[in-house]
């Protein structure tokens, strides 16, 4: 939920555009990897859902390739044996639960306005394009603040929006500290990082350098039962901003 894929044409450039040879790009909250497959050269995906990160290195690393479907019955299966293939049970516990969270429920094949869509099938595919692009990339898994960063290198965080709020799937931001977080990414920044967030709103020590008007699948911009378009925006430190 809440990727940037679609968004990447117009961030990137924003986030790349200083970078230097060699220069490490950071995502501590890489998710499903739809941005840093984008970014080529020296990249470190970190995500605290161990499973997902684990089915990422071994696709790359160890050629393991799901299976193109799994049943309802598979996905019970591995959703109560998690840890008997980790690296399956990521593939399986994010493109085989609808909306892509993480065992919400199972996708299956479902009619809709433009026909029968398998989305199992087309979440494989999906990947299965997006694998190659993310060879070289070092997997992590764990808490933000616990990973190791190569000095000076470029941050990208694309967090849990502050009060984002799902009534169909659950999702909510109630358990990530905001607070902390900021502090964090002051603290690296004054470590010589580089650092980009992407939220609805942000301290004024961090500057608006793209926005753009957009649906989401959350109550938008964190009123629960607000409407679904919200305003993305994408933020960089800048101390100098502080009246």
Known sequence: ????????????????????????????????????????????????NYYLMEYFLNATQNNFTPKENYTKDEYKFIQKNKDLKPFETGYVGICCSFGGKWFGRYAGVSQTKQGTRNYITEAFRNVQKQIPKLKGVQFKSGDYRDLEIPNGSIIYCDIPYNGTYSEIEGYSSKDFNHSDFWDWCRQKANQGHTIFVSEYEAPTDFECVWQKEAKSSLSANGVIGGNKVSVEKLFKFSPANVQ
């Open 1 to 48: 939920m809440g990727s940037k894929a679609r968004f990447s044409k117009e961030i990137l450039p924003i986030i790349l555009k200083d970078r230097t040879a060699d220069q490490w790009y950071i995502e501590p909250f890489a998710g499903g990897c739809n941005l840093i497959c984008e970014v080529d050269g020296n990249r470190l995906a970190n995500d605290i």
